[in-house]
């Protein structure tokens, strides 16, 4: 059975800090390219940020880039996801999803960026 458990969101002041994370069962993660997505109330789900399968080569969005910080451990088969610097408008459930020969996602966890 696959699962995608993401953990760690919360409610976060303007300037802070959050990490959140992404374990992963059922299937050979480290065949598995991993992403985070979001979606904001009233907005299309978008990408946040992506890693590959060894972890060689990371992707950000522009908005996130130099904020966020995508990792990955694949002994412990988790998928990391850093914010730092966090504004109002990182307000959104975050998805974690698992990209390779089939497409997986989780069930997302909400962060709210609010003084």
């Known amino acids: 059975q696959v699962q995608l458990v993401e953990s760690g969101g919360g409610l976060v002041q303007p300037g802070g800090s959050l990490r959140l994370s992404c374990a992963a069962s059922g299937f050979t993660f480290s065949r598995y390219a991993m992403k985070w997505y979001r979606q904001a109330p009233g907005k299309e789900r978008e990408l946040v940020a992506s890693i590959t399968p060894i972890g060689g080569s990371t992707f950000y969005a522009e908005f996130v880039k130099g904020r966020f910080t995508i990792s990955r451990d694949n002994a412990k088969n988790t998928v990391y996801l850093q914010m730092n610097s966090l504004k109002p408008e990182d307000t959104a459930v975050y998805y974690c999803?698992?990209?390779?020969?089939?497409?997986?996602w989780g069930q997302g966890t909400q962060v709210t960026v609010s003084s």
């Open positions: 999803n698992a990209l390779g020969a089939y497409n997986y």
